[in-house]
């Protein structure tokens, strides 16, 4: 189970990386607004430890941690995984403020694997408020290896398409 939460963990925190917005249908955030929304939340999830948190949570059934962010909320994380095959992630924030921005929202994460790869679909919606104010739509398949990954999908209404190795 740890190596598929790492796995997992490291796809928490390769996702914001290549997020960028763009001003699509499903955002009503600018590519920088969107750089910089999501880099909070990047922020907020390394901050509050809660991949650690994760990690410490057990070895099979079910999770529920939350984490204080920065300057006020939460982050929090429930779901269930069955041992070294699958993991479901409910990651969410309750008026979570980092760098000025106050996150809001949920992006769900069912992932499949073992500890050499996963496959992690992530959807939801998110909303900011504060230095950067909109909302943003999720839709994406990140695939992670032990010597890389991708990312295909949309953010805030941008088409993703990245990969790349260790």
């Known amino acids: 189970m740890h190596s598929l939460v790492r796995l997992v963990a490291a796809a928490l925190l390769a996702f914001p990386m290549v997020a960028c917005g763009g001003g699509g249908s499903s955002s009503s955030l600018s590519e920088q607004q969107a750089t910089q929304a999501f880099g ?88 900011f408020t504060g230095t950067v104010t909109g909302s943003c739509s999720v839709n994406l398949e990140i695939v992670v290896t032990q010597t890389g990954g991708s990312v295909n999908g949309t953010i805030c209404g941008v088409r993703v398409n990245a990969s790349g190795s260790n």
């Open 40 to 127: 909070s939340m990047q922020s907020a999830i390394v901050s509050s430890d809660l991949e650690s948190k994760l990690e410490q949570s057990g070895s099979g059934g079910s999770v529920s941690v939350s984490a204080n962010c920065n300057q006020g909320g939460t982050v929090s994380a429930d779901g269930s995984w069955v041992n070294g095959q699958s993991f479901s992630l409910d990651l969410a924030f309750a008026g979570c403020v980092e760098q000025g921005i106050t996150i809001n929202g949920e992006l769900s994460y069912d992932a499949t694997g073992d500890s050499t790869h996963a496959t992690i679909d992530v959807n939801g919606d998110i909303s």
